[in-house]
């Protein structure tokens, strides 16, 4: 087996297979592997002191993957830079992890221009240029730079969704990005379909680094397109699609054809879907869908099993011991009970931290950020940040991140169980939950939800469906409800709650809720709004009255 991407990289040179597809043109592996000889001459030339890092602030393009592929061959460490960070935040990646260069493309220079990235001028290299394609002139059959990166070598540094506060970059080194690879069941007949950015561990892990080590025929799309997919898949005869978020939903809201189901996939891996979202996917285009569960960190993975619940994580991997855990006491949490209805009736109890309790090891740490790796590291385990429950039969439930419990009257519970539920209604395209302030109580709970082309809210309905329900605790019942055209995401189709969270009842959006007792929903008014804010102001001003001198 391999130990390192640079070994997977020169396994393919000369392999005449067909390696790359993308639009309308194709490479044999063989080619693939020269122009990334020609990337790693290239850097190697022109590497200076300090870290080997460069940034690549790119689509998914032929260039991207040349790029992927030299900086294997010479060591150098590839920031994957996310395009749709903008302004100081892009900078301050970029410096952060001392990129001594930065390539891009024509249509990404305005994004970057007038930006601090600590990197001079003539070190940013934009490409799918003439003059840029003459670089690499005469370096095709360039020697492989010696030494050979050894499995300790940093390949990538991926940097975190949604990360706060210090920036958070994922290490990855060459020997996991190899470990990742030879757990792939590609052959060298498969086509995997990448739609994902390549900034993203899931994409590489999922669909790059295997192709090169089995040979495999990548398929690459320079962004994901829910109109052109089913296209995609049928004209280049894809075989497997990774992604994760919402890809589906957006799929799924394309008109059916009478050929759906005319393909060769295999099997679709999409993480965070909803249950919904998988089940109609699949039946529409009559292909299996696996969910499981992972992250960029790479220390805790669940995968469906045999007779896995629709909706649920799965189970560890083998040879992993994977709980959940009370972070206060440090106890594995008690399995979830459910009544005859199928509420959970102990979320207080069973709700913890998925925690790998031997598996901190794989965790290869954040760059230049000590802090975040004790926070995730703590007793010697490694804490995902997200909450979950485990039912009897051992099967993980995703209850939500770290942050979202919501509290009502003096009950605690988390979010993912209620969007759920919500996701069941049809007409909904979407729902996210999560609290807002209350002055009597800690918190209500709010939804946000985005429906389907040409539904319309109907609260009537809406409470009709929610009481219907056995499985909808009393206190989970949404308060407020807002109508969205779109549902925020990140630039991987993760749903992202903080603007939500933020915003809260401030928005054009329309907003119903349901007064205490209300037995149906009705428009939340600007005089609500109003309402609301002066009862906040008015329990801030008896706060400080009856707060000790």
Same mark, same amino acid.
């Given at each position: 087996m391999a130990e390192t991407i640079a070994e997977l990289v020169r396994s393919r040179a000369d392999d005449d297979t067909t390696g790359l597809l993308f639009e309308d043109s194709s490479w044999t592996w063989r080619e693939v592997i020269g122009e990334c000889r020609a990337r790693a001459a290239f850097l190697t030339? *022109?590497?200076?002191?300090?870290? $080997?890092? #460069?940034?690549?602030?790119?689509?998914?393009?032929?260039?991207?993957? $040349?790029?992927?592929?030299? /900086?294997?061959?010479?060591?150098?460490?590839?920031?994957?830079?996310? +395009?749709?960070t903008r302004g100081e935040e892009l900078a301050r990646?970029?410096?952060?992890?001392?990129?001594?260069?930065?390539?891009?493309?024509?249509?990404?220079?305005?994004?970057?221009?007038?930006?601090?990235?600590?990197?001079?001028?003539? *070190?940013?290299?934009?490409?799918? &240029?003439?003059?840029?394609?003459?670089? $690499?002139?005469?370096?095709?059959? /360039? +020697?492989?730079?010696d030494p050979a990166p050894g499995p300790d070598t940093l390949m990538m540094l991926i940097f975190t969704s949604g990360s706060t506060g210090a920036p958070k970059a994922v290490r990855m080194t060459q020997g996991r990005g190899a470990r990742a690879a030879s757990r792939s069941a590609f052959t060298s007949d498969d086509v995997p379909y990448c739609a994902m950015p390549l900034f993203h561990g899931h994409a590489l892990a999922a669909s790059v680094f295997p192709s090169?080590?089995?040979?495999? &025929?990548?398929?690459l799309r320079r962004r994901f397109s829910a109109s052109a997919w089913?296209?995609?898949?049928q004209r280049y005869h894809a075989t497997f699609f990774s992604t994760v978020g919402r890809a589906l939903a957006f799929i799924l809201a394309t008109p059916p054809t009478d050929h759906d189901t005319d393909h060769s996939l295999k099997y679709v891996l999409a993480p965070e879907s909803t249950a919904p979202d998988i089940k109609a996917f699949s039946k529409r285009f009559r292909v299996p869908v696996i969910e499981g569960y992972g992250s960029s960190e790479n220390a805790v993975i669940l995968m469906p099993i045999e007779n896995t619940p629709p909706g649920s994580l799965g189970q560890p991997l083998p040879g992993t011991d994977i709980a959940v855990v009370d972070a206060d006491t440090l106890e594995e949490c008690p399995r979830a009970r459910f009544d005859d209805g199928g509420r959970l009736v102990n979320?207080?109890?069973? #709700?913890?931290?998925?925690?790998?309790?031997?598996? /901190?090891? =794989?965790f290869e740490g954040y760059y230049k950020n000590?802090?975040?790796? =004790?926070? *995730? &590291?703590?007793?010697?385990?490694?804490?995902?940040?997200?909450?979950?429950?485990?039912?009897e039969a051992g099967f993980f439930w995703f209850a939500g991140r770290s942050?979202?419990?919501?509290?009502?009257?003096?009950?605690? $519970?988390? +979010? =993912?169980?209620?969007?759920?539920?919500?996701?069941?209604?049809?007409?909904? =395209?979407? /729902?996210?939950?999560?609290a807002v302030p209350d002055t009597r109580t800690a918190d209500q709970v709010m939804a946000t939800i985005e429906l389907e082309a040409g539904v319309s809210f109907e609260p009537v309905a809406f409470a009709a469906f929610l009481a219907d329900q056995r499985d909808l605790g009393p206190k989970w019942v949404p308060r407020y409800v807002r109508i969205t055209p779109h549902i925020p995401l990140t630039g991987t189709n993760k749903v992202d709650k903080k603007p939500l969270k933020a915003q809260r009842w401030d928005t054009t959006d329309p907003i119903w809720w349901r007064p205490e007792r209300a037995e149906t929903y009705r428009p939340f008014t600007p005089d609500d709004v109003a309402a609301l804010r002066a009862e906040f102001s008015a329990n801030e001003r008896d706060n400080i009255l009856e707060a000790p001198a």
């Open positions: 030339g *022109r590497r200076g002191p300090g870290p $080997f890092h #460069i940034g690549l602030l790119m689509e998914n393009t032929p260039e991207h993957l $040349f790029l992927l592929g030299g /900086a294997a061959l010479a060591g150098a460490t590839v920031v994957g830079i996310n +395009p749709t990646n970029v410096r952060h992890t001392d990129c001594q260069m930065v390539f891009t493309t024509p249509d990404q220079v305005p994004i970057i221009e007038d930006l601090d990235l600590g990197v001079a001028a003539d *070190r940013v290299f934009v490409s799918d &240029t003439p003059e840029y394609l003459a670089r $690499f002139d005469g370096l095709r059959a /360039a +020697p492989y730079p090169f080590a089995t040979g495999a &025929t990548l398929l089913l296209d995609d898949v979320a207080d109890a069973c #709700i913890g931290e998925i925690v790998g309790r031997n598996t /901190a090891s =794989a000590p802090e975040a790796d =004790a926070e *995730r &590291t703590r007793n010697g385990w490694y804490w995902t940040g997200d909450l979950a429950y485990r039912d942050g979202d419990w919501i509290r009502v009257d003096s009950e605690n $519970f988390t +979010p =993912a169980p209620i969007e759920r539920i919500l996701g069941r209604m049809p007409g909904i =395209a979407g /729902a996210v939950v999560y």
